[in-house]
């Protein structure tokens, strides 16, 4: 009855109350459903160096838009495990709903209010149209606004060619970056992202992709290296094939970010045996902040005494010196003269260390006369504080291993503490502490993992690549060996960006230039993902086989990612038609061209500009079907037509093609050697048998061919 009532106070409309107390169960324990800040860091499933990710419903002004927003986000996260970015992406949109209704109710939210909140951002067309949806399920609201279609694409196979000009990487700036990557003249900075860009245009990886990799990501599979990573859109790990001929590089790149990366591992495999402290949790907290501050006092104190009888702290020098000792073995002068200091100083230095035998601790004032530190001393913090084995928030940062976040009231707090500290200090008290570990068990660090699914971590950060030290790559801080951070993807984004600004630019230094413009070459690290689709396409796969390399669902994707120009795929049929006019091709299209070219060369003609409008280049030959517009009649299968060897009539193989007739003996040859060993096991006559044996046919007869040319 308690949580009707708080979800009715709130604003929450009665057709989701009851749903709304069935969905809050998948709401985590630290999370409140009636607070309006929720830090969704678990929802992350790459947390990386995150430490919260907040969605703030505190940015909806209207209290029954904030309370249905949260039912929303709830509801998402119940049905479909939305992750933390989602959450938030749904928020912004919902938000600017929120600046159109005002003080309206939410049961009075209409169509109206939907276009007006859209206007021309593309961007949330399909978020409030799903939130239109939901609320109408949901709340009954008869709401039937529907996303316009919009097409804003300006690349791939659908876009402009000044689009695709923009979006495809010269062939010339990545080779230059395979030259820089062994370049030992680089900075380990430089040299780190570069080698990743060579990394990652052999794994085509989306920047959250790259930034994820596990450390044993190169690996032999079943006769081939791959490289092992986890595709942000599908679950689980993929093993991704990539050209051969990269190898060396691949390996080099690999090998080189390993021994760069080996500390950061070792690090984070150390904080993770430890019980690390949370100490961003801890200054949050004012009595957690006060424990630790008490603990730290009573630790310090314990192992540490301003009251040093074997020697006295000299700033000046930085040390501790045994004046008592260097006058028993030299005596007052020629311990003077040691210590580079006059007789007179020297005597007072010897007295003030015979002094902390007895419990007096003496300093100098600005004439260099001694006198007792007592807590009437107006400035006898500051005296105390000069000595190395007083408390003091540098040292506490130093003993715990961590940087003290300057919060006004945990500063405060610990302040209060350290002064009754010193005190204690400085009248030789023990300071007072009882530990209590099961308080502490509350501000133990959570090591989050690198990737993660439903089922829990999946990769784990001492077992990822990206991983270095803390500051490794900082000019303002020295390397903080203590702490590791993930390599993030906005760190990789602000690097490339910054690696092709100004003259003073990595890329204007080595002069890595696009040859289109003559200027530094500037691009994305998704723009390496169209380049690698690009150059697959040209090498002849197919849409379906490069999304299968890419791991991407959708096979309308292929098109946006294609930037093959128009100009070279003009070039591709023209070299087809030259070859075909030349009969120096083999296929249907030859033969028929050749058959009407006897009788009439213009019909030939208008025949051969009909069948060859586009060709669609393959190992072991070209295509000449559209297979955007029309669906492949043999499922792929150029050469397994017939029993008669017949090959599939849009197939054309030109004769001066060395590489393509490579490719037909090699499929020659394993065709017949599967066939031999179907038929050796009883398989004869069988699907399988078949099929092969056309295989073998049709490649037979294509290589034949090619000898009578």
């Known amino acids: 009855m308690e949580l009707l009532k708080k979800l009715k106070a709130i604003g929450m409309p009665s057709q989701l109350i009851d749903k709304c107390t069935r969905w809050m169960q998948i709401l985590e324990d630290d999370i409140d459903f009636f607070s309006d800040k ?71 939210v209409n169509n109206g209010d939907f276009e007006i909140a859209v206007g021309n951002n593309v961007n949330l067309q399909k978020k409030l149209f799903n939130f239109g949806s939901w609320l109408r399920i949901n709340l009954g609201l008869r709401i039937s606004y529907k996303a316009l279609a919009t097409s804003t694409i300006e690349h791939g196979r659908d876009g402009t060619e000044e689009g695709r000009r923009n979006k495809l990487i010269p062939i010339e700036v990545m080779r230059d970056f395979f030259g820089l990557a062994s370049n030992e003249s680089l900075a380990p900075k430089d040299r780190f992202f570069i080698n990743a860009i060579v990394l990652n245009s052999a794994m085509g990886g989306r920047v959250g992709e790259l930034a994820s990799l596990p450390v044993d990501c190169l690996v032999f599979h079943e006769g081939a290296w791959v490289l092992r990573l986890f595709p942000e859109k599908v679950e689980g790990q993929t093993l991704r094939l990539f050209p051969q001929d990269l190898l060396p590089a691949v390996k080099s790149a690999v090998e080189f970010l390993k021994n760069l990366t080996v500390e950061g591992r070792r690090i984070a495999r150390k904080r993770k045996e430890s019980s690390a402290v ?44 045994d004046f008592v000792g260097v006058q028993r073995r030299l005596g007052i002068n020629g311990g003077a003269k040691y210590v580079g200091v006059s007789a007179r100083h020297f005597k007072r230095q010897v007295n003030r260390q015979m002094a902390l035998k007895e419990g007096v601790y003496y300093s100098f004032d600005s004439n260099w006369r001694s006198f ?62 009882t530990y209590d570990s099961n308080f502490e068990g509350e501000f133990h660090k959570q090591i ?64 890595v230039i696009d040859p289109r413009t003559g200027n530094v070459a500037t691009f994305t690290w998704h723009d390496i993902r169209h380049w690698l689709n690009t150059v697959y ?23 946006v990612y294609d930037q093959t120009l128009a100009i070279d795929r003009s070039k591709v049929v023209q070299d087809l038609l030259t070859s075909i006019r030349q009969d120096k091709a083999i296929g249907q299209i030859q033969e028929t061209y050749n058959i009407l070219g006897m009788t009439d060369r213009q019909t030939a003609e208008q025949y051969l500009k009909a ?34 060897g017949d090959c599939c009539e849009s ?39 078949v099929h092969f044996s056309r295989v073998a046919r049709s490649t037979a007869r294509l290589l034949e061919v090619r000898q009578l040319k």
């Open 38 to 108: 929720w830090n969704v860091l678990r929802w992350k499933r790459r947390p990386g160096n995150a430490r919260y990710s907040n969605v703030l419903f505190s940015s909806i002004s209207n209290l029954g838009l904030r309370a249905v927003a949260k039912a929303y986000i709830l509801n998402k996260r119940w049905k479909s495990n939305i992750c933390d970015a989602t959450a938030v992406g749904d928020m912004r949109a919902i938000k600017k709903l929120d600046e159109i209704l005002g003080s309206k109710s939410i049961m009075q």
């Open 278 to 321: 949370d100490w961003y949790k801890v200054w949050k907290s004012p009595e957690a902040t006060e424990y630790y501050a008490r603990r730290f006092c009573h630790e310090w104190t314990t192992s540490f005494s301003i009251f040093t009888p074997d020697a006295v702290w000299v700033s000046k020098r930085n040390q501790f010196i």
């Open 372 to 433: 007792p530190v007592t807590l009437d001393t107006p400035n006898w913090r500051e005296v105390l504080l000069v000595h190395p084995h007083s408390v003091s928030f540098n040292r506490f940062e130093q003993f715990y291993q961590m940087r003290f976040r300057h919060h006004k009231t945990a500063t405060s707090i610990v302040r209060k503490i350290f002064d009754v500290c010193l005190s204690d200090q400085l009248l030789k008290k023990s300071f007072p502490f």
């Open 448 to 511: 989050e993992p690198v990737i993660r699914d439903g089922t829990g971590a999946v990769l784990e950060v001492e077992d990822a690549l990206m991983v270095l030290p803390r500051f490794f790559f900082h000019t303002s801080f020295n390397t903080d060996l203590a702490n590791y951070t993930m390599v993030s993807r906005a760190q990789f984004c602000y690097w490339l960006a910054d690696a092709a600004k100004g003259l003073d630019s990595v890329f204007s230094k080595y002069n």
């Open 537 to 559: 396409k040209q090498g002849g796969l197919t849409d379906l086989q490069v999304n299968a390399l890419l791991s991407r669902k959708s096979l309308a994707q292929a098109r």
């Open 611 to 644: 069948a060859v409008r586009i060709v669609n280049p393959m190992p072991h030959g070209g295509c000449t079907l559209d297979l955007a517009l029309k669906t492949c009649r043999h499922s792929l299968s150029c050469l397994s037509v017939n029993e008669r």
């Open 651 to 689: 197939l054309v193989v030109d004769v001066e093609n060395e590489g393509q007739f490579i490719e037909l003996k090699k499929i020659n040859d394993d065709a017949n050697t599967i066939r031999e060993y179907i038929q050796a096991n009883g398989g004869e006559g069988g699907h399988q048998d």
